[in-house]
């Protein structure tokens, strides 16, 4: 019953911007902290950012602090990730995640849901 669908991805320049949305369903959404994960081809799957369940805290990987905004609106069930000033290496997967505890949220062995992902292809 629990679902969350990425959307949003798509093929970008260097430099421009892209807005991803997770919509979950099945769960009581303020309830979960939502994370964004990545990942890259030949990679493992990486951190990006998070949210806390009321939206007042966030935190980012250093490889996007200052470009990549989370953000969250609990009346529409739906978290956000939006993504300015692309560069090469940010194209990935991403995949949103939820995450009941709360505690280890850079961790993403600690999210008890997880999303199928959204391709964002930034070309050079």
């Known amino acids: 019953q629990v679902q969350l669908v990425e959307s949003g991805g798509g093929l970008v320049q260097a430099g421009g911007s892209l807005r991803l949305s997770c919509a979950a369903s099945?769960?009581?959404?303020?309830?979960?902290?939502i994370g964004w994960f990545r990942q890259a081809p030949g990679k493992e799957r990486a951190f990006v950012a998070v949210i806390s369940r009321s939206g007042d805290s966030t935190n980012y990987a250093d490889s996007v602090k200052g470009r990549f905004t989370i953000s969250r609106d609990n009346a529409k069930n739906t978290a956000y990730l939006q993504m300015n000033s692309l560069k090469p290496e940010d194209t990935a997967v991403y995949y949103c995640?939820?995450?009941?505890?709360?505690?280890?949220?850079?961790?993403?062995?600690?999210?008890?849901?997880w999303g199928q992902g959204t391709q964002v292809t930034v070309s050079s």
């Open positions: 995640a939820a995450d009941v505890l709360g505690r280890r949220v850079l961790d993403k062995g600690e999210y008890d849901y």
């Open positions: 099945g769960l009581t959404f303020s309830r979960y902290t």
